[in-house]
């Protein structure tokens, strides 16, 4: 099994930039299909942005040009600029390693205004 760890979430003002990394516990390279989703109280989970298996990168409308999606060898990121509360949630990376689909815990991003 794989344990997916998210960091880097935390308080910050709107117009502000954060950057979440998603970590795993065995080679990151062994997950695809990897991406970010968050849940705002209240709210259903979305799908904010990832990284298809033949690298493709996909975002959700209301993030396109304010969010972007990368990996590295040991790293997944998102990095977030322009940011508004409404992008209060906490966010998810998640990707599949195997035929078995690994979460994350969440990393809390709240946006005061």
């Known amino acids: 099994q794989v344990q997916l760890v998210e960091s880097g979430g935390g308080l910050v003002q709107a117009g502000g930039s954060l950057r979440l990394s998603c970590a795993a516990s065995r080679n990151i390279n062994s997950i695809s299909d990897i991406a970010w989703s968050r849940q705002a109280p209240g709210k259903e989970r979305e799908l904010v942005a990832g990284i298809g298996v033949r690298g493709g990168k996909h975002y959700a409308d209301s993030v396109k040009g304010r969010f972007t999606v990368s990996r590295d060898n040991t790293k997944f990121y998102l990095q977030m600029h322009q940011l508004t509360p409404e992008d209060t949630a906490v966010y998810y990376c998640?990707?599949?390693?195997?035929?078995?689909?690994?979460w994350g815990q969440g990393t809390q991003v709240t946006v005061s205004s």
């Open positions: 998640h990707g599949n390693y195997g035929r078995v689909t690994v």
